[in-house]
């Protein structure tokens, strides 16, 4: 099992990341994916999850109206973009899955205690 973060960098403040997770080792359509970050000298934060094959999702109060998560399915990769970056959504951010409980579970689901795998993260840097 594999999941590999990738799309982190450095940018400017206001400006936009897409994130990319893709997954392998397992089926990807039963399992939620998830984002989540660890700010420097903060605990992890969940953000965003989503049920590829239902196509539902849920997003965190703080990564509402900021951050967007789609899924490829032919790719088994999830993406989360980006936008209106400041400089404190500075952090890694991390993938993980979970195997799926049934329909409509992605709410309750979308905790870091329930994430079967993780990967190893992405780095972004906004600067101001």
């Known amino acids: 099992v594999q999941l590999q973060a990738s799309g982190g960098g450095l940018v400017q403040a206001g400006g936009s990341l897409r994130l990319s997770c893709t997954a392998s080792g397992f089926t990807f359509g039963d399992y ?12 992890r934060e969940g953000l965003s999850c989503i049920n590829s094959r239902e196509r539902t999702t849920y997003y965190a109060a703080s990564a509402k109206g900021q951050f967007t998560i789609s899924s490829d399915n032919a790719k088994n990769t999830v993406y989360l973009q980006t ?5 404190e959504d ?16 992605v709410k309750v689901q979308c905790r870091m205690d329930v994430m079967d795998y993780w990967g190893i993260g992405t780095l972004v840097t906004v600067s101001s």
């Not at 939620?32 to 660890?38: S, T, V």
């Not at 500075?90 to 579970?105: D, K, L, P, Q, V």
Request: net charge positive.
């Open 83 to 87: 936008d209106s970056l400041k400089p």
């Open 32 to 43: 939620i994916i998830g984002w989540f970050r660890q700010a420097p000298g903060k605990e």
């Open 90 to 105: 500075t952090a890694i951010y991390y993938c993980a899955a979970a195997r799926s409980r049934g329909f409509g579970t």
